[in-house]
């Protein structure tokens, strides 16, 4: 089977918590408008093996980010395992994921002040 032909439940499901406060003091009215933009600017970024779930973090006690694959829960060290299949680190993954949405939130801030 070729990587881009895995079924989305196989893939690893990356579900990242934005904090509303990072759009500034009207975050919280924003964060929801601004995460379905951030969701569809990453949804190609290694779709081969990735789904991208981009929320809200209304609940600070909550994980900012949180793995599955095969509907259940993984571990940091089981989603470093499942990343280096694809060749990927996984504190470079993320750290690109951080650096893209530090990117996304300049864009979306510069495009609805």
């Known amino acids: 089977m070729k990587v881009s032909q895995l079924p989305k439940e196989k ?3 990356v579900l990242y918590r934005v904090e509303p406060g990072c759009l500034g003091p009207d975050g919280p009215e924003r964060i929801e ?16 093996f990735v789904h991208w779930d981009i929320v809200p973090r209304f609940d600070k006690t909550l994980p900012e980010m949180e793995y599955k694959a095969l509907q259940k ?8 395992k499942y990343l280096s299949v694809f060749e990927k680190d996984l504190d470079e993954f993320e750290e690109h ?12 801030l510069g495009r609805t002040n």
């Open 11 to 13: 893939k690893l499901n």
């Open 33 to 48: 408008d601004f995460c379905q933009f951030a969701e569809k600017e990453v949804e190609d970024l290694d779709a081969d």
């Open 73 to 80: 829960r993984l571990t940091h060290e089981q989603a470093a």
């Open 97 to 108: 994921l951080h650096e893209k949405l530090g990117v996304l939130i300049e864009n979306y």
